[in-house]
C-alpha cells in the first residue's frame, strides 16, 4: 500500500517480463474493469501517489482491476476521466473486405463526431476527412455518424460502445450503395458456431477413449438462415443424407437439446455467436415424430437401471401402440437382452433418479403427454412383468415399493411393490401386515430419504428417519406420497436393536458408499454411434 504508482508500474513491467520490449517510460497503469471490458480512468500527475490512497484504502477485493498499458514510441497516451466511455473500433480493410481485431478506445462523451474523428486519426492513423464511421446500434443495422458537429452522447453512447471505421474507402459512392454497407450486413449476421464432431475411426481404433474424443470445427454463418441450411452446410462436407445425422444445441447449463424443426431459424433455435453445436450419426426426427431416451428397470437387480437405446415413433399413439413400437426396436438393437413382450410390459415416466409415473395403455401421446416433452426428446422407462400389469384400468391407482428393515441385524430386505387401494396409513399397515405375518399393531413404518437407487443410508435408517408419525394420509408431512416412485420402509417394534461396534459401523459404511457410487455409474448405450467424417477442401484433395 505504501508503494507509489511510478514504482508499482515498473514491478508490473518486471512481472510481465517486458525488459526489452517495451521501456518502463512507455507503460503506465490505468482502472480498468475487467467483466465489461471497461477502461476506466488514468492516473495523470498522480505518480509519486501511493497505491493505497489512489486505490481508496487496503480492501480484501476490490471492484475493478489494474490495467498495464503500452503505447509506441511516436505515440502520446490519452487521459482517461471518469465518466467517460470504452470504445472498441473495429478497422474494415476495405481493399481485403476484411474486419480486424478490435482496438480499445476511451473517449469522453461530451465530444463531437469531429473530435472522435481527429482522435482515430491521431491514434490510428485514420484520415478523419475520407474514413466513414459508423455506431452499433441495438441489434439494428450500424448508424452513419456523418454530422460532425453531433454529440455522442446524444447519439446514444453509452459505457461500451462499438465503432466501424473503414480505410481505403470508395470515393463518392454514397453509403447505401457501397460496398461498406454490404460488408457490415454480413458482419451484422454472421455468428460463429463450433461443430462438435465424433473423430473418424478405423476397425483397429474401437476402444471407449477412442470413440469419445471429438474435434470441434469453428463454422461462421449466417445467423438468418434456417435449420435446413445449417444442415445442408454440414452435409456438403460428409458424405451422408441430412436425414441421417442429427444435430443438438448445448445450454448454459450444459444440458444437449436436440434442434428438430428443420424451419426454425438459427435465432428461433436459440443457437448464437460462440454456440456449440454437436453433430452425430443417427435418423433426424421428422414432422411430428419423437425420440423416446428408453432405459430398462429391473427391480432388486444390482443394476436398477440400464439405458438401452433411442427409439423414434411418432406422437400420434396410444402407450399401448409405443409399446409395441418399443418391444420391436429394442429387441432389434439390443439381441442380447431377453426380449420384450408389449404384452406383458410397463410404460413408465422416468424420474430423476428412478422410474417414475406409470402410463396407462388408454392414454394418447400426443394429448396427454406430448406437451411435457421438451424439443420432442422424453425419457421413458420399460419394466417388463411376469403377467398383466395390475396397474392398468384406472388413472386413479397408485403403486409405492416397501422394504422390511431388520434392526436386529441393521439389513434391508429387498423391494416389493404395493398397488395403494387408498392413501390412508392404517390401509397401508394392514397391507404390509398381510404380506410380511407381522401384527398389526407391531408395524411401524418411515418414508425412505434420498433418490430410489441410493436410498437412506443403512446407518441413519433405525434413528434418524421419522418412524409411525401421527398422521392418517400418505400424501401428508412426512410421507409425501409421490407418483408411483415412493419407497417406504417398515420394522417389527418388538424386533430388538442391534448394539453396533465400532467395526461394524466401518463395514456399513463402506457397503453403503459402495452402493451410492453404483447408482452413479453411467452405463454406455447397447447402440455404438458411428464416427462422422468431415473434411477441409485440401483433405479430400489428397483423399483423406
Known amino acids: 500500500k505504501d508503494v507509489v504508482l511510478e514504482d508499482a508500474v515498473a514491478i508490473a513491467h518486471k512481472l510481465f517480463q517486458l525488459e526489452g520490449v517495451v521501456p518502463v517510460d512507455r507503460c503506465r497503469l490505468v482502472k480498468y474493469d475487467h467483466s465489461y471490458e471497461l477502461l476506466e ?38 487521459p482517461y476521466k471518469p465518466n467517460g466511455a470504452t470504445v472498441k473500433v473495429v478497422e474494415i480493410d476495405m481493399a481485403n473486405g476484411e474486419f480486424l481485431k478490435p482496438k480499445t478506445l476511451r473517449v469522453q462523451l461530451a465530444w463531437t463526431v469531429g473530435e472522435l474523428k481527429q482522435i482515430l486519426e491521431q491514434k490510428y492513423s485514420f484520415p478523419a476527412a475520407t474514413s466513414r464511421v459508423l455506431m452499433e446500434k441495438y441489434y439494428g443495422e450500424p448508424h452513419l455518424m456523418s454530422n460532425s458537429a ?86 456438403s462436407q460428409v458424405d451422408m443424407d441430412i436425414k441421417q445425422f442429427k444435430v443438438f444445441r448445448i445450454s448454459s447449463s450444459g444440458q444437449e437439446f436436440e434442434i428438430i424443426n428443420l424451419a426454425d431459424s438459427l435465432y428461433d433455435s436459440q443457437l448464437t455467436d460462440e454456440s456449440t453445436v454437436i453433430v452425430r450419426v443417427g435418423r433426424a426426427l421428422g414432422v411430428d415424430e419423437c425420440r423416446a431416451k428408453v432405459t430398462l428397470f429391473k427391480m432388486n437387480w444390482p443394476l436398477l437401471l440400464q439405458p438401452l437405446s433411442d427409439v423414434i415413433h411418432h406422437v400420434d399413439l396410444t402407450v399401448a401402440q409405443l409399446k409395441e413400437v418399443i418391444a420391436k426396436e429394442i429387441n432389434a438393437a439390443c439381441p442380447d437382452l ?19 409415473k ?61 398397488i395403494l387401494q387408498d392413501r390412508t396409513v392404517d390401509g397401508f399397515k ?20 434420498g433418490s430410489f437407487q441410493s436410498g437412506t443410508p443403512v446407518l441413519e435408517i433405525q434413528d434418524d428417519l421419522v418412524w409411525n408419525p401421527a398422521v392418517d394420509k400418505l400424501d401428508h408431512y412426512p410421507f409425501y406420497l409421490a407418483e408411483d416412485e415412493s419407497v417406504f420402509l417398515y420394522r417389527d417394534s418388538a424386533d430388538d436393536v442391534m448394539q453396533l461396534t465400532d467395526e461394524t459401523r466401518l463395514e456399513l459404511q463402506k457397503l453403503d458408499m459402495a452402493r451410492t ?12 454411434e458411428k464416427a462422422l467424417k468431415i473434411y477441409t477442401d485440401k483433405g479430400k484433395q489428397d483423399g483423406n
Not at 477412442?210 to 435449420?227: E, F, M, Q, Y
Not at 384406472?394 to 434391508?412: D, V
Not at 457410487?517 to 455404438?528: D, E, G, M, W, Y
Open 358 to 418: 406409470v402410463l396407462q395403455d388408454t392414454t394418447s401421446f400426443a394429448h396427454t403427454l406430448l406437451p411435457s416433452v421438451l424439443r420432442f426428446t422424453w425419457d421413458v422407462v420399460v419394466q417388463q412383468l411376469d403377467g398383466d400389469d395390475p396397474m392398468q384400468g384406472s388413472a386413479h391407482r397408485q403403486m409405492a415399493y416397501i422394504r422390511h428393515w431388520h434392526p436386529s441385524t441393521y439389513r434391508l430386505d429387498a423391494f416389493q411393490e404395493v
Open 517 to 528: 457410487t453404483q447408482s452413479r455409474v453411467t452405463f454406455r448405450s447397447n447402440i455404438q
Open 150 to 235: 453531433a454529440n455522442l452522447k446524444k447519439l446514444g453512447f453509452f459505457r461500451l460502445n462499438k465503432i466501424f471505421v473503414e480505410r481505403h474507402g470508395e470515393a463518392g459512392v454514397p453509403y447505401n450503395q457501397s460496398r461498406l454497407r454490404k460488408l457490415l450486413d454480413v458482419y451484422e449476421h454472421t455468428i460463429t458456431l463450433f461443430l462438435s464432431l465424433p473423430n473418424a475411426m478405423t476397425q483397429e481404433e474401437s476402444s471407449d477413449e477412442s470413440a469419445s474424443v471429438c474435434s470441434t470445427v469453428p463454422v461462421k454463418v449466417d445467423k438468418r438462415l434456417c435449420v435446413a441450411d445449417l444442415k445442408m452446410l454440414i452435409k
Open 430 to 449: 394392514k397391507h404390509i401386515s398381510q404380506v410380511s405375518g407381522i401384527p398389526l399393531d407391531r408395524v411401524e413404518i418411515a418414508r425412505s430419504r
Open 338 to 356: 431377453p426380449p420384450l413382450d408389449a404384452s406383458r410390459m410397463r410404460l413408465r415416466k422416468k424420474s430423476w433418479k428412478g422410474p417414475g
Open 41 to 78: 480512468r488514468s492516473y495523470e500527475s498522480q505518480t509519486g501517489t501511493a497505491m493505497g490512497q489512489l486505490l481508496g484504502g487496503v480492501r480484501h477485493s476490490y471492484l475493478y482491476d489494474l490495467l498495464l498499458e503500452t503505447r509506441c514510441e511516436d505515440e502520446t497516451f490519452l
